[in-house]
Nanobody
Framework: QVQLVESGGGLVQAGGSLRLSCVAS????????MGWFRQAPGKEREFVAA????????AYADSVKGRFTISRDNAYSTVYLQMNSLKPDDTAVYYC?????????????????WGQGTQVTVSS
């Protein structure tokens, strides 16, 4: 059974930073692409960032490009999202997701497994 557990969310002032972590278990982590998505109140879930199985390829939403960095440590079955220069518009529940392919995707329907989410709140 695949499990994804996020951590690292919290309350931060605008301009601050947070690092989210997602630990995966239940299958060989290094074989699969990973992604981060977010959902703000009253809005649909949206793509944030994705990384290929090897970590060689990444993709970002335009709204976070240059501020967020996705990375992974396959030895620890963990994917990270470093978030800098946070804005109030970044406030959302952030979800980690795992594909069943090596190639990263920006589409939520390409991800089979999802974590429970971690709340990020950015105050102005």
């Amino acid at each position: 059974q695949v499990q994804l557990v996020e951590s690292g969310g919290g309350l931060v002032q605008a301009g601050g930073s947070l690092r989210l972590s997602c630990v995966a278990s239940g299958r060989t982590f290094s074989n699969y692409a990973m992604g981060w998505f977010r959902q703000a109140p009253g809005k649909e879930r949206e793509f944030v960032a994705a990384i290929s199985a090897s970590g060689a390829n990444t993709a970002y939403a335009d709204s976070v490009k240059g501020r967020f960095t996705i990375s992974r440590d396959n030895a620890y079955s963990t994917v990270y999202l470093q978030m800098n220069s946070l804005k109030p518009d970044d406030t959302a529940v952030y979800y980690c997701a795992s594909r069943s392919f090596t190639i990263a995707s920006v589409n939520s329907y390409d991800y089979r497994y999802w974590g429970q989410g971690t709340q990020v709140t950015v105050s102005s």
